[in-house]
């Protein structure tokens, strides 16, 4: 048999762990291939390289080309590709998950399936989001309504501190440009946020769409991580923009580069691993127990027996 051509995938074990990545690279207007182990970015300007194992999320804007080996290279690399539109993030595939273990994804499903221990998570995201506050015994429509209300509030604030007008959140995906500035800011954010916490979901081997909080939407868990660090990040960061009174064809991509240095500086993908991970199991999981790579059979109950044994008929009760 003829060998396979081109370069063999990185073993999973070779791969940069999700928490130690760039947050999200950006493209438009360029082609993108690849040169050994790297993705080729290449432009009227030149050729930049980029090691595939360093990407957290690749968003590719308007314009942009990509080869089959490039693609190949991304998914290899447990890299998420996001192709994104003018102005916002469009989810439409992903590499493998750099998790070669279903152990967090099975801890997520069977806590949002189970109506008591759903609350529970639901509350210990509200609980992060309010410190000092005991939210312990209240209701999903307290949870809401308190939530509701630090988001107005912290929307007050980044007004008052940067000098923009306020009036309301106000969001049209059918129309980016309708809005007044601070909400496209708002939007652009909170879609760079999107795509960063989808990829981190996804490299850890979760369900994006077996969302606590959100439901009933393919990336219902997404939109729950990214609250927990939104007033945080996307907020301050939009309302700043807004005041500098930006050329609006400048204001999505300032956007993302001021989101790309927040996220750096606070360390992003390492919180959402380590919040993800205290969410569905309560502790924080070694690198080598995430990159295991074994398969075991249900043996009934909370019961498993090893794979890749010849179990005879005896054993079954016919």
Not at 143 to 161: C, D, T
Not at 174 to 192: K, Y
Request: charged share 25%; glycine share 8%; proline share 4%.
């Amino acid at each position: 048999m003829k060998p396979i051509p081109g370069m063999p995938p990185a073993a999973v074990s070779e791969l940069a762990r999700m928490q130690d990545r760039l947050t999200f690279v950006y493209l438009e207007r360029c082609t993108i291939h690849r040169d050994g182990n790297a993705i080729t970015v290449t432009d009227e300007r030149g050729v930049i390289h980029i090691p595939g194992a360093t990407i957290g999320a690749m968003m590719l804007g308007p314009g942009t080309r990509i080869t089959h080996q490039g693609m190949m290279l991304l998914a290899d690399s447990g890299a998420t590709s996001v192709w994104v539109g003018e102005h916002g993030v469009r989810y439409y595939a992903h590499g493998r998950p750099l998790a070669t273990t279903s152990r967090l994804l099975e801890a997520q499903a069977a806590k949002m399936t189970n109506q008591s221990a759903r609350l529970q998570v639901a509350r210990r995201m509200y609980e992060m989001r309010f410190p000092g506050e005991d939210v312990s015994v209240l209701t999903m429509q307290q949870l809401r309504g308190r939530e509701g209300a630090r988001v107005k509030r912290s929307y007050r604030e980044a007004a008052a501190a940067s000098g923009v007008d306020w009036n309301r959140r106000e969001y049209r995906p059918e129309d980016f440009a309708s809005s007044d500035a601070v909400n496209q800011a708002l939007t652009a954010a909170t879609a760079c946020l999107y795509g960063v916490v989808n990829a981190a979901i996804v490299a850890l081997g979760c369900s994006p769409g077996l969302g606590f909080v959100h439901t009933g939407q393919a990336r219902s868990f997404v939109f729950d991580i990214a609250d927990l660090y939104k007033v945080e990040m996307a907020v301050p960061v939009a309302f700043a923009c807004a005041a500098e009174n930006l050329d609006p064809d400048d204001l999505p991509g300032e956007v993302r580069r001021r989101m790309r240095d927040v996220f750096r500086e606070s360390k992003l993908i390492t919180r959402c691993v380590r919040d993800i991970q205290m969410l569905l199991l309560d502790t924080e999981l070694d690198e080598d127990v995430m990159l295991a790579d074994v398969v075991e059979l249900w043996d009934g109950g909370s019961r498993r027996v090893a794979s890749g044994k010849s179990y005879e008929e005896f054993d079954v009760p016919w």
